[in-house]
């Protein structure tokens, strides 16, 4: 799918540029034209439609299949946003205190001094354009360009939860302590995001924003930003798992949380989707049951009362320990001495009250998922169990005493037969497909030769938000800074200095720099069990054309590839 323009160009969709396989970026005018196709999106959502998410002159669509994200171009373009009147958003007072480190500078870089940025900053309406880089994080846009300043040149390592601040033409409350390179002017105690209330931003996309100087703040105790708590209490736990050990990274993730991408929020979720469906499957369980993901094997765990667990993804020898004080069925007196097995992966198998399961290193691959017979209990967070690392929502991550409860999430009466494993990937080359975009025209054909024709390798700072690789630098085409724009997991982002970032499910939902492919869903499973120290090959994916910039040797290349 190419990048489709309409004529017409008042009040409709600009163009449609492919994200990937399963989504298209709509671009727009501005922020009116936003504001108006993202209130007639949720109100009268296109087939196939799985999330939107505005931004600063476009609006993402997520779907649900690449078939759906095909017919949506089209249908995008054929949108009249004239007609469209959209409901005003509620209006939302913020008490500041104008105290903030950069606030003299702000005056400086404006010219109006401190006094006058706060008049400036108190004295319009800020709309709330767009959520991203945290949850409750909106991009608030004011009615005047007068306290537009660049972000500083030297990003703080921590911001503190509730500072007022300002970059480019917006405005911002950073709702938790997080990194961040805007200016701040302020603070308040407004708690821009709280999972109690029934909508957990306090300003969403649509809302307006009245800041009030005050001299000074009342505090409230700030709630919690998701279930960051252990997934059951161990007085309620009488069925289930005891952590021993949980290896290098263990966590609760289920299929993920979609929709909640215009509150700053990711879909999150296991990354490698087919093994936590395998191994749900195995054990009879609905296929959004709550699993453990455990990276690099290291995962030790000791049944509390009988259980009934599958691993699937990285092959790993798992090896169960029957300790000598725990009696089997035979055995009345556990006088036994302590029995040792393997058991097969991708295959249900009993493991009895007091016995060890430990995962080991994998043989191949990067991430494994352990099933548990009515899966992982744990507090649902908007509908999902899965911990998102990025923004602190979902469950904390697995420590070594903690116990899981069993839930009650089964589909079916038996369990599943064994099943045949995927080839999974070791520490050479793996070829991943991409589909150019959105932002590949931000290179020359220099550059898009360079990303296809070279090994990238999987640095030791990846992570469940991205995967850092490291290569020949890719040079971009063009100066200046892109707004920021919705962004999907499997995006290729390039940074200033070059080096990609491949996105993965703990992503941030919006971002600033050009992204110049995307990876096909399809193989994300796959993305995500490329160990540290791997590599990766991209290849532009057969069926969606090329880059509009990449050279003609290139063009043959391919369509000798794909003709072969």
């Known amino acids: 799918m190419e990048t489709v323009s309409n004529p017409a160009t008042a009040a409709r969709v600009l163009a449609v540029r492919p994200v990937g396989t399963t989504a298209v970026l709509a671009e727009l005018s501005g922020l009116h034209d936003v504001l108006a196709l993202q209130a007639l999106l949720l109100e009268q959502p296109l087939p196939g439609q799985v999330d939107v998410l505005a931004a600063a002159e476009t609006v993402m669509v997520k779907a649900d299949s690449p078939a759906s994200a095909r017919q949506m171009a089209a249908r995008l373009l054929e949108m009249d946003l004239t007609v469209q009147s959209h409901a005003e958003g509620k209006l939302v007072t913020i008490e500041t205190v104008y105290d903030g480190e950069d606030l003299a500078e702000v005056g400086r870089l404006t010219g109006l001094g401190a006094e ?9 309406l800020w709309t709330v354009a767009f959520g991203g880089f945290a949850p409750g994080f909106g991009y608030m846009v004011g009615e005047n360009q007068a306290l537009e300043v660049p972000r500083r040149s030297s990003p703080r390592t921590a911001v503190p939860a ?34 109690s209330r029934e909508q957990p931003a306090l300003a969403a996309p649509g809302d307006r924003v009245q800041f009030r100087a005050v001299r000074e703040l009342v505090e409230v105790a700030a709630p919690a930003l998701g279930s960051q708590i252990p997934a059951a209490h161990a007085a309620e736990v009488r069925s289930g798992l005891r952590i021993l050990s949980p290896g290098l990274q263990s966590l609760i993730q289920d299929l993920g949380r979609p ?18 469906r395998r191994a749900n499957r195995i054990v009879g369980n609905q296929p959004s049951a709550a699993v453990v993901e455990t990276v690099a094997g290291g995962l030790r765990v000791q049944a509390v009362g009988d259980q009934v667990l599958a691993v699937a993804g990285a092959p790993s020898a798992l090896t169960v320990v029957t300790p000598s004080d725990v009696p089997d069925s035979g055995d009345a007196d556990g006088d036994l001495p302590e029995r040792v097995r393997e058991v097969p992966m991708a295959t249900a198998f009993a493991l009895l009250d007091g016995e060890i399961l430990t995962v080991g290193a994998p043989e191949r691959g990067f991430r494994g998922y352990l099933a548990i017979r009515g899966g992982v209990e744990a507090e649902a967070v908007l509908g999902s169990r899965s911990t998102d690392t990025m923004s602190g929502i979902g469950p904390a991550p697995l420590a070594a005493g903690q116990l899981l409860g069993a839930g009650v999430a089964t589909s079916s009466n038996v369990v599943g037969n064994p099943e045949l494993q995927p080839d999974f990937p070791e520490t050479g080359v793996t070829v991943l497909d991409i589909v150019p975009g959105p932002r590949d025209d931000w290179f ?22 991205g995967m850092r690789l490291a290569g020949e630098p890719l040079r971009r085409n063009r100066d200046g800074e892109l707004a920021s724009e919705g962004t999907m997991a499997g995006a290729l982002q390039i940074p200033p200095e070059g080096q990609p970032v491949l996105f993965l499910a703990d992503h941030p939902i919006t971002g600033g720099y050009p992204v110049i492919g995307v990876v096909v869903d399809h193989q994300l499973d796959l993305a995500a069990q490329i160990p540290i120290g791997g590599s990766i090959r991209f290849r532009w994916a057969p069926g969606y054309g090329l880059p509009a910039n990449a050279s003609p040797d290139l063009h043959a290349d391919t369509e000798d590839e794909v003709s072969n």
Do not use: F
């Not at 006058?116 to 319009?124: E, F, K, N, P, Y």
């Open 444 to 465: 020359d054909a220099a550059a898009l030769e360079s990303l296809c024709t070279q090994d990238w390798e999987v640095t030791p700072r990846s992570n469940r938000v």
């Open 259 to 276: 929709g909640h991408a215009g509150l700053g929020v990711s879909s999150a979720g296991a990354l490698d989707r087919s093994s936590v």
């Open 116 to 124: 006058g940025v706060v008049a400036a900053h108190t004295g319009q």
């Open 162 to 195: 509730g500072s007022v601040a300002l970059a480019g033409n917006y405005s911002a409350v950073y709702p938790r302590k997080s990194p961040g390179g805007w200016q701040l002017i302020g603070r308040t105690a407004a708690h821009m995001w709280d999972l």
